[in-house]
């Protein structure tokens, strides 16, 4: 991302900020669909992340640590739209049990599989699954982790190594 761009936001400058979230805004709701795994609340938190950025743009001291500073906001979105989901009563609706697909593949195992995997991913602490998206969805690595966090490399790879085991624990538990 072009420093310029972002001081030019920074100092107000809209058209550089519009440009920078047509930039950003397909990584920021593919990570807040994989931490809420609700595509409603994922545009929400997506949009309360770019208007946050945009409110506190002038609290980012160091522009080179952007990415570090946004990931942080909208991991505080995903968290605060959690914190909604909880006072808000949703009964998702069905429209019934999927069928065997053509190639012979059972849908309604794998729509299973995908739902024990949800309600464990669901289970973990924000931080937790942020940290598993960014690595593994997003492809970040673990020295991008550790920058974000303002920890150091052994610490971002324990708290991944912690997520992990969680999500495998929380697996274990839905069986």
């Avoid at 609290?59 to 909604?84: K, P």
Wanted: glycine share 6%; aromatic share 8%.
């Amino acid at each position: 991302m072009e420093r310029s761009l972002i001081e030019r936001a920074r100092a107000g400058d809209r058209d550089a900020f519009e440009v920078l979230v047509r930039f950003k805004v397909d990584a920021v709701y593919r990570t807040s669909l994989a931490i809420l795994g609700n595509p409603t609340d994922a545009q929400d938190a997506t949009q309360d992340a770019f208007i946050s950025m945009w409110r506190s743009f002038r609290g980012l001291r160091d522009v080179d640590r952007f990415d570090a500073w946004f990931g942080r906001i909208v991991t505080n979105a995903c968290r605060m739209a959690l914190r909604h989901r909880r006072t808000v009563r949703e009964i998702p609706m069905t429209t019934g049990l999927p069928e065997r697909e053509a190639d012979g593949t059972d849908a309604f195992a794998a729509s299973i599989a995908a739902d024990d995997f949800d309600r464990a991913f669901d289970s973990l602490a924000v931080e937790q699954r942020s940290l598993l998206v960014a690595h593994h969805l997003d492809g970040r690595s673990i020295e991008s982790l550790a920058d974000e966090l303002g920890v150091p490399i052994g610490t971002a790879k324990s708290r991944l190594f912690t997520a992990r085991r969680a999500l495998e624990r929380a697996l274990e538990a839905v069986e």
